[in-house]
């Protein structure tokens, strides 16, 4: 299977709540892809190099709900059927649009799980609590 990893980032990187530390090999703001433009990029590699998964390497392919929409919609109306998949914070996840993002071929999706102690989400000064973990990861595996 021929996979290709799609960055810069779909989104503009941005730092969600107050932490005691950021990775330090995160790359800076990047540009953002226009929807049909990806798309077309997207027919483009799935047509010339037989790529059947796409992986987007961003840090919160829901930073924008509408934009992940979007692109899903469009996915769907092109009939591409490229499986793909995204990263997601716990917290923004909702049930309609990864329903939505399954529909469109989105098969994986990678979830940043740094403690199952409430105590050390405290102190690493994450705004995310294990009960949004526990329902994010439900509302993905639904």
Do not use: H
């Not at 990775?23 to 226009?34: E, K, M, S, T």
């Not at 716990?90 to 994986?108: H, K």
């Not at 409430?118 to 994450?126: T, Y």
């Not at 609590?129 to 990861?137: G, L, N, W, Y």
């Amino acid at each position: 299977m021929r996979v290709l990893l799609v960055n810069p980032p779909i989104e503009r990187r941005r730092v969600y709540g107050r932490f005691s530390f950021v990775a330090p090999n995160l790359p800076p703001l990047g540009i953002c892809y226009i929807a049909s433009v990806l798309l077309e990029e997207m027919a483009t590699i799935k047509r010339d190099y037989g790529v059947q998964f796409v992986s987007f390497e961003d840090d919160n392919f829901l930073v924008s709900k509408q934009r992940a929409a979007g692109i899903s919609e469009q996915l769907i109306a092109s009939e591409l059927d490229l499986e793909w998949g995204c990263s997601v914070r716990a917290e923004a996840a909702e049930r309609d649009l990864l329903q939505l993002m399954r529909r469109a071929g989105c098969r994986v999706i990678y979830m940043g799980i740094e403690s199952a102690s409430s105590r050390l989400l405290r102190l690493m000064k994450r705004s995310v609590s294990i009960d949004e973990v526990k329902r994010a990861a439900e509302l993905v595996m639904d």
